[in-house]
Every structure is written in structure tokens, then in C-alpha cells.
């Protein structure tokens, strides 16, 4: 079946450690979105990404990085760096052969604690 | 700045009785408004979209949308809430493509029987 997967879909990380989220998809989108969910708050979008080799910033980037070397895969680090990553990550693709924004397609989402 | 507020962070309702869960955008150009759903610990799905087509969207599962422009409102209705509607629904809205959509903090939808 064509989607997205993340995993792992559970992580706890210690203070201090890189953490690495896969996210792989098969429905040959171009582009590619991590998205972090907070409780009560909206989806906040942390990088995108539109063609290979090429990622943007989003709202709030500091503390994490991307990759996409590969049209399918578009990896997220969250680094020491972020000062609290305990949230919930989702994944999404879409296609960009329209105008204007169109649906997204979300992974099931990686849940982050840190202890 | 673009925003979507959701005006209710909690809608609770009796099975078989009308959903409504309301949105609103702040105005600028035409924008393109979206509902999702989010069951817990899950990705989002789409339930419909307005794109400057009809004013009244429908979606799956039997949820529609009314866009008023005068009103800067995208409101999501279902006539008769079933139990497996209980969920997190998101308003989400973009004026200009993928990379600068504004997602809304949100409405869980209970459901008694």
C-alpha cells in the first residue's frame, strides 16, 4: 500500500543525545514536510523539503536538521541542541504539480520523550 | 499574519445529534481552508477542502463545510455524530501553497452514547 512510515513510533532520549526520525514514503511526492504537534496547540511546521538535495526552514528549525538525499526519505534529527523536544513528530508528503496548497498526507507520527 | 482560531478547544456531543465545530481565518486573499482529523496517536487525514469552488465543501464521512467570506468562516458540520467521529479536528488554512499552511490548536470531538 502507497504512504508514508515513520518510525520508531516510540523514543525516549537522554538530555544531550542526537535522536534521529525516519520517514520514508512511497507515493512518489516531491515534497516532504516534519510537522511537531505540542497538546493544545496546532501543528508548527520545523523543515520542509521540495526536491532532493534541497530542504527549507520552517517556523521553528533551531535545534533540529534535515537530509534528503533521496526522493524518498527526508530524516529528522532533533539535536541536543533543542531545548524541549518531548513532542510528537509527523511526517508529510505532497505532490507540487498544482497551484496553491493541496492535501497532505501524514505519517502515523514518532512520539519523543525526553527523560 | 495569517491565522485560523478555532473557537472551541472542546465539543461534546450525544450520538446521532449535530456536529459543529467552527473555524475562523483572518482576512487577506483568498485562501484555501482544509479540515483534518487526528485520531489519538495517529497521522491526520484530510476530511475536505475548500479551493475557491463551491462555497459548501463535502467531505468524507459525512462532514460538510460552509465558506463565508463575509464571515471569515469555514465551519465543519455533520447532521448525526456517530461514536467513531470522537477524534481532534483541525482547521488548517494556506493563502499561497504547502510551505505556509497555518494549522488551528485544534477541537476534540467527544461523543456520548
Known amino acids: 500500500d502507497g504512504g508514508i512510515t515513520q518510525s520508531p513510533k516510540y523514543l525516549f532520549r537522554k538530555e544531550g543525545q542526537n535522536v534521529t526520525l525516519s520517514c520514508e514514503q512511497n507515493?512518489?511526492?516531491?515534497?516532504m514536510y516534519w510537522y511537531r504537534q505540542d497538546p493544545g496547540q496546532g501543528l508548527r511546521l520545523i523543515y520542509y523539503?521540495?526536491?532532493?538535495?534541497?530542504?527549507q526552514k520552517g517556523d521553528i528549525a533551531e535545534g533540529y536538521s534535515v537530509s534528503r538525499e533521496k526522493k524518498e526519505s527526508f530524516p529528522l534529527t532533533v539535536t541536543s541542541a533543542q531545548k524541549n523536544p518531548t513532542a510528537f513528530y509527523l511526517c508529510?508528503?505532497?505532490?507540487?504539480?498544482?497551484?496553491?496548497?493541496?492535501?497532505?498526507?501524514f505519517g502515523e507520527g514518532s512520539r519523543l520523550t525526553v527523560l | 499574519a495569517q491565522s485560523v482560531t478555532q473557537l472551541d478547544s472542546h465539543v461534546s456531543v450525544s450520538e446521532g445529534t449535530p456536529v459543529l465545530l467552527r473555524c475562523n481565518y483572518s482576512?487577506?486573499?483568498?485562501?484555501?481552508l482544509f479540515w483534518y482529523v487526528q485520531h489519538p496517536n495517529k497521522g491526520l487525514q484530510l476530511l475536505l477542502k475548500?479551493?475557491?469552488?463551491?462555497?459548501l465543501v463535502k467531505g468524507i464521512n459525512g462532514f460538510e463545510a460552509e465558506f463565508k467570506k463575509s464571515e471569515t468562516s469555514f465551519h465543519l458540520t455533520k447532521p448525526s455524530a456517530h461514536m467513531s467521529d470522537a477524534a481532534e479536528y483541525f482547521c488548517?488554512?494556506?493563502?499561497?501553497?504547502?510551505?505556509?499552511?497555518?494549522f488551528g490548536a485544534g477541537t476534540r470531538l467527544t461523543v456520548k452514547p
Open positions: 508529510a508528503s505532497s505532490t507540487m504539480d498544482r497551484v496553491g496548497a493541496g492535501e497532505l498526507f
Open positions: 507515493l512518489n511526492h516531491d515534497a
Open positions: 523539503s521540495q526536491i532532493v538535495n534541497d530542504f
Open positions: 482576512s487577506s486573499y483568498s485562501p484555501s
Open positions: 475548500y479551493t475557491s469552488a463551491a462555497t
Open positions: 488548517v488554512v494556506s493563502y499561497y501553497n504547502n510551505n505556509d499552511m497555518r
